[in-house]
């Protein structure tokens, strides 16, 4: 080996911030996630400083310099932020674009005037997922409940028997569909192949949203069969509208960025030509970013202009979508550093070196660090941000599928049995009116079966392809 090439191999290793062993190792990463917990769930602490206080804490146990873990973290938040910031961003700009304009109303409506009786559960979970595709989950759910609850009161339906399918079908769109925040971070920390990761996941995603939504309604709505709650029925956006965008224009609008990310993976499967004009075309307008930026222009005269929206009130729209993202990014800003903190630590070669010890397969380790932290803190976005920095070296020699499917085993563990420690938790509760018992009963159960089917179908899909 020349003395180049060695100079290059040292550039593009990273050197651990502390030379600690396994069980040092060990003990800082259960004491930082410890820490991480603790300030969530006691102190009711924010995740972005629970997740920056916690790896600082996870440095300090493995032995590490306090300006080397704060380097960690500052560099991991900083790439973190870089990778997917603007694609959150421009998520939030489309999905309030969508909500304004009446334009999800219409998807809705159009919908449902083409369903009714049995059909109606298979309705909710399509109306679900397509506008889950470019909404975050909380953002969904508010949009959603109106729609739920006034179809359960005027069909004379059982609320679960319609809630539940809309719920899964957001749920599952939020776990395992990129652009979605938690796919992204995951797909940045492994470097796997975003085109691969987002056909995988609607692949895994179909059969798990009928097993969750229409399938398992049917049992949730025996269990507990309870009322629309009148009092919880909110106006929706486009009562306040002359007029809103056709059914086509808005479906066109939303489903715009999967068509182009998938086709360029289609394009770099079949070309396989890093040099040919088609392929770079798609690599540029396949890429999320220009992805989504084309979505969010178009919406502007298929979404705003049809609705009757001022130059003015777009602009201010686009504001208003940005402000309630400020905490999302900080959190997986921060999850980035904590995850850059595990890499420099030497813990994902520690994670490494049992898998190998252990015998256990690289997407089942995932999946159950995913959920372990998941029911830990209650977030999806913390147990992926958190699973996908302990398990990144895993992905180094794996295949284009298995690392994307490494994500969607991420994905798929961090919505286990969400409960009252998710804030998803309360305010599926307090939309539908149940209990704490009731809800567990549903909801919980819900995302465990999401969890562990979609888990399930990643694995089988890993001994296939």
């Not at 402000?323 to 994670?351: C, E, H, N, R, Y």
Request: hydrophobic fraction near 60%.
């Amino acid at each position: 080996m020349t003395r180049l090439s060695v100079e290059m191999l040292a550039a593009d290793t990273v050197e651990p911030i502390t030379s600690a062993g396994h069980a040092q190792l060990g003990i800082a990463v259960l004491a930082g996630i410890a820490v991480i917990v603790l300030l969530i769930t006691k102190f009711k602490l924010h995740a972005f400083l629970a997740l920056t206080i916690g790896s600082l804490a996870l440095g300090a146990f493995a032995g590490a310099p306090l300006d080397k873990a704060i380097a960690s973290f500052t560099t991991g938040l900083g790439s973190t932020v870089a990778g997917v910031g603007v694609l959150i961003a421009l998520g939030a700009i489309l999905g309030k674009m969508l909500a304004d304009s009446g334009g999800a109303d219409q998807v809705v409506d159009t919908i449902l005037a083409k369903a009714g009786g049995k059909s109606m559960p298979w309705a909710m979970v399509l109306i679900a997922s397509v506008i889950g595709l470019p909404l975050f989950f909380e953002v969904g759910v508010v949009l959603l409940i109106p729609v739920v609850l006034m179809v359960a009161k005027r069909g004379n339906y059982s609320l679960m028997r319609i809630g539940i399918p809309a719920l899964a079908g957001l749920s599952v769109m939020h776990g395992l569909v990129p652009p979605h925040p938690g796919p992204l971070v995951a797909i940045d920390a492994v470097q796997a192949n975003l085109g691969v990761t987002l056909a995988l996941g609607v692949l895994v995603a179909i059969p798990t949203v009928i097993i969750a939504g229409p399938v398992f309604s049917r049992f949730a709505a025996r269990w507990v069969d309870v009322p629309a709650p009148d009092r919880m029925i909110p106006q929706r956006a486009s009562d306040e509208l002359d007029r809103r965008p056709s059914f086509g224009a808005t479906l066109a609008t939303i489903l715009l960025p999967v068509v182009l990310m998938l086709a360029k993976a289609l394009v770099d499967i079949v070309v396989d030509d890093p040099e040919a004009t088609v392929q770079r075309v798609f690599d540029v307008i396949g890429s999320p970013l220009i992805a989504l930026l084309a979505s969010v222009l178009l919406g502007i005269f298929t979404l705003a202009r049809p609705a009757g929206f001022s130059k003015e009130r777009v602009s201010g729209m686009v504001e208003k979508g940005l402000a309630p993202i400020a905490g999302i990014l900080l959190i997986v800003g921060a999850g980035g550093g904590f995850k850059q903190t595990l890499i420099d630590s030497g813990v994902g070669q520690m994670v490494l070196d049992i898998s190998e010890d252990w015998s256990i397969p690289a997407l089942l380790l995932a999946w159950l660090i995913a959920v372990a932290i998941r029911l830990a803190t209650g977030s999806a976005t913390v147990a992926t941000v958190s699973a996908a920095g302990l398990v990144a070296p895993l992905a180094a020699d794996m295949s284009t599928t298995h690392a994307a499917l490494l994500v969607l085993a991420i994905g798929a563990g961090s919505l286990f049995f969400s409960h009252v420690n998710d804030a998803g938790f309360w305010l599926v509760k307090e939309y539908f009116g149940l209990s704490v018992g009731q809800t567990i009963k549903t909801w919980s159960v819900m995302e465990t079966i999401i969890s562990v089917v979609a888990g399930a179908f990643v694995l089988l899909l890993s001994l296939i392809i």
